[in-house]
């Protein structure tokens, strides 16, 4: 009995230590700056605002059943069985042949519910792929990074958020949302964390723009390239801040909804 109890008390003892040991966090600037090393046992939250990732949550929002992210359109089509919804772009366009492009504003219960949606964009799909050495991945945007931090913070690994970046470079929208991200786990978190010098200038810069997330999106290079393909609208649903509660989670394949 009294070794059932010291047992006991030991394994509340590491429990404890474990609480006080820093978590780390991570941000890379850009799918380029990443390689699989950075993401062993960590947990992995995957950026890319405009616009793959805040289609993701839009379309399971939507009761879309999942999302599988494909790296090239010839995986995505190859993955197709009918009633699955193909989505994607290349050079922000709908691919062709494909049901739906990227637009968020796509992704309805009509168009969606009920269905396994096939996503395949340029840069935020290949930023999934890219994290596959992670415990864990998570699928971050504006819409929904309260929620994603909080889980990312239940998932207790050390953290690493990874702005997709468009054209092979940062993407200041994507870096804007890892500081949202940066500030969220600080107010929610119970123990010290202790951030890399890239994410505490993307938590500068959020606090710095946080009044001004709109603009910021529509004066970007992103933003730019959408508006001239008529598709502002994108830019403010991608622009709302923790208006969904929900998390997208890698299990196998699949993008699902993490309970
Ligand atoms: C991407 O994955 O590169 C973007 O989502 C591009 C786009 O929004 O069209």
């Given at each position: 009995?009294?070794?059932?109890v010291r047992?006991a008390?030991?394994?509340?003892?590491?429990?404890?230590?474990?609480r006080?040991?820093?978590?780390?966090?991570?941000?890379?600037?850009?799918?380029?700056?990443?390689c699989?090393?950075?993401?062993h046992?960590?947990?992995?939250i995957?950026?890319?605002?405009?616009?793959?990732?805040?289609?993701?949550?839009?379309?399971?929002?939507?009761?879309?059943?999942?999302?599988?992210?494909?790296?090239?359109?010839?995986?995505?089509?190859?993955?197709?069985l009918?009633?699955?919804?193909?989505?994607?772009?290349?050079?922000c366009?709908?691919?062709?042949?494909?049901?739906?492009?990227n637009s968020?504003?796509?992704?309805?219960?009509?168009?969606?519910?009920g269905?396994?949606?096939?996503l395949?964009?340029?840069?935020?799909?290949?930023?999934i792929?890219?994290?596959m050495?992670?415990?864990?991945?998570?699928v971050?945007?504006?819409?929904n990074?309260?929620a994603?931090a909080?889980s990312?913070?239940?998932l207790?690994?050390?953290i690493?958020?990874?702005?997709?970046?468009?054209?092979?470079?940062?993407?200041i929208?994507?870096?804007?949302c890892?500081?949202?991200?940066?500030?969220?786990?600080?107010?929610?978190s119970?123990?010290?964390?202790?951030?890399?010098?890239?994410?505490?200038?993307?938590?500068?810069l959020?606090?710095?723009?946080?009044?001004?997330?709109?603009?910021?999106?529509?004066?970007?290079?992103?933003g730019?390239?959408l508006?001239?393909?008529?598709?502002?609208?994108?830019?403010e649903?991608?622009?709302?801040?923790?208006?969904?509660n929900?998390?997208?989670?890698?299990s196998?394949d699949?993008l699902?909804?993490?309970?």
């Open positions: 009995m009294r070794r059932l047992s008390q030991l394994i509340d003892q590491m429990i404890e230590e474990r006080n040991i820093n978590m780390h966090v991570q941000v890379i600037s850009s799918v380029n700056e990443s699989s090393a950075k993401f046992h960590k947990t992995a995957v950026i890319d605002v405009l616009r793959a990732t805040s289609t993701i949550v839009t379309a399971l929002s939507a009761g879309a059943k999942c999302v599988v992210p494909a790296e090239t359109v010839m995986d995505a089509r190859a993955m197709q009918p009633g699955d919804v193909l989505g994607g772009e290349r050079f366009r709908k691919i062709a042949g494909f049901d739906l492009g968020p504003n796509e992704y309805t219960q009509q168009t969606v519910g269905r396994k949606v096939i395949t964009t340029t840069n935020g799909t290949r930023g792929h890219k994290s050495r992670a415990d864990h991945i998570i971050a945007s504006l819409l990074a309260d994603c909080r990312a913070l239940e207790r690994r050390d690493v958020i990874l702005c997709a970046g468009s054209h092979d470079d940062f993407a929208e994507d870096g804007l890892a500081g949202l991200i940066l500030d969220c786990l600080k107010k929610q119970g123990i010290p964390i202790d951030v890399d010098d890239f994410g505490h200038a993307m938590h500068s959020y606090r710095d723009r946080s009044e001004i997330v709109f603009e910021t999106l529509l004066n970007s290079q992103s730019k390239r508006q001239k393909i008529g598709s502002r609208g994108d830019i649903s991608c622009a709302s801040i923790n208006t969904l929900l998390v997208p989670y890698l196998g699949q699902i909804i993490r309970h």
